[in-house]
C-alpha cells in the first residue's frame, strides 16, 4: 500500500507539472459474477481423531467501494463545444465475500466422534484490486457551467489482497487468486459542474469486457479450480469526483527597462 501511495504522489506532481488537471474521487460498485454464489465442501478434523464435513456456502457481497484519483489532460479545461481528450485513473476497489458452514456428516458412525463444533460457522473474506486505466474522452460543453464526458478506457487490473478471516485456507477466497491481473475496458460518463475554484463531477462507470493475462493452471496441483476468475468480475459504478481548477502561471509584462 506504501508503494501504491508512492506511485500516485510521484505521477501526479508529474502531471500537475505537466499542465494536466488532478481529481479525487470516490466510486459505489455494484459487482456481479455469475450469481454471486458458489460452495464447496470442507472436511473439518477434530480432537476426536475424525472428520466433520461441511458444505461452505459462499457469497460475495453485491456492493463495494473505492477511492480513485484521475488526471485530465488540459484540454479538459477547454471552453470549445467539443473536444478530445485524455485521462488516466489509478484507483483501488475494495469488496467482501461471507462465508456459511452447514454440517452434512462425519467420517465416523459412533455419534460420540461427530462433534460437529462449526455447525453455523461464519467468515468473511476481504478483497482490495488495484488498477490504473488510459481513457479517450470525449468533451461537449453543454453550458458555460456544464460539461458532459464519455470515455472509453482500456487499464490493467491485479488482486492485491486476498484474506479470509478465521479460516486459513485458499478455497476461503470466492475469487481465484493465483496470478489474477487481467486486462480491462470500460465506459463512464460524467457530468461536470463548473464553479469558481473546483468542479465537481457526477458520473457512471461500467466494466465491459476483462480478459486474464496469465495462465494460472498449476500442474503440480492434480485438481480444478472452479473459483470464479477475476475476469468473470463486472464492477459498475457511481461516483462523485472533485477537481481543483489548477494554478496558472502569472504573464509578467517586461517593460523597455527591463530589455
Given at each position: ?10 505521477s501526479f506532481t508529474l502531471w500537475s ?202 500442474p503440480e496441483v492434480d485438481q480444478i ?35
Open positions: 500500500m506504501r508503494h501504491l501511495i508512492l506511485l500516485i504522489v510521484t507539472y505537466g499542465q494536466f488537471v488532478p481529481s479525487v474521487g470516490t466510486k459505489l460498485y455494484h459487482i456481479k459474477a455469475g450469481d454471486n454464489y458458489q460452495k464447496y465442501r470442507v472436511a473439518w478434523y477434530n480432537e476426536m481423531d475424525t472428520y466433520d464435513f461441511y458444505t461452505a456456502h459462499n457469497h460475495l457481497n453485491p456492493m463495494g467501494v473505492g477511492i480513485n484519483v484521475r488526471s485530465f489532460g488540459g484540454r479538459f479545461l477547454d471552453s470549445s463545444k467539443f473536444k478530445l481528450g485524455y485521462s488516466l485513473e489509478l484507483g483501488f476497489q475494495q469488496f467482501r465475500s461471507k462465508t456459511n458452514f452447514i454440517y452434512e456428516g462425519s467420517s465416523s458412525a459412533h455419534p460420540d466422534s461427530a462433534l460437529n463444533a462449526k455447525e453455523g460457522f461464519t467468515f468473511y473474506s476481504d478483497y482490495t484490486t488495484v488498477y490504473f486505466t488510459h481513457y479517450l474522452d470525449f468533451n461537449w460543453n453543454l453550458t458555460t457551467k456544464l460539461k458532459w464526458t464519455n470515455s472509453i478506457g482500456v487499464g490493467l487490473a491485479a488482486m492485491f489482497r486476498s484474506t479470509a478471516r478465521d479460516f486459513p485456507f485458499r478455497e476461503a477466497s470466492f475469487i481465484d487468486n493465483d496470478r489474477p491481473v487481467i486486462l480491462t475496458t470500460n465506459f463512464e460518463s460524467q457530468i461536470t459542474e463548473k464553479y469558481k475554484r473546483f468542479d465537481v463531477g457526477y458520473f457512471v462507470s461500467l466494466g465491459l469486457f476483462s480478459f486474464p493475462l496469465f495462465n494460472d493452471d498449476d479450480d472452479n473459483r470464479t476468475k477475476l475476469s468473470e468480475v463486472r464492477f459498475n459504478a457511481i461516483g462523485i469526483r472533485i477537481i481543483p481548477h489548477p494554478r496558472l502561471k502569472k504573464k509578467v509584462e517586461l517593460g523597455p527597462e527591463d530589455l
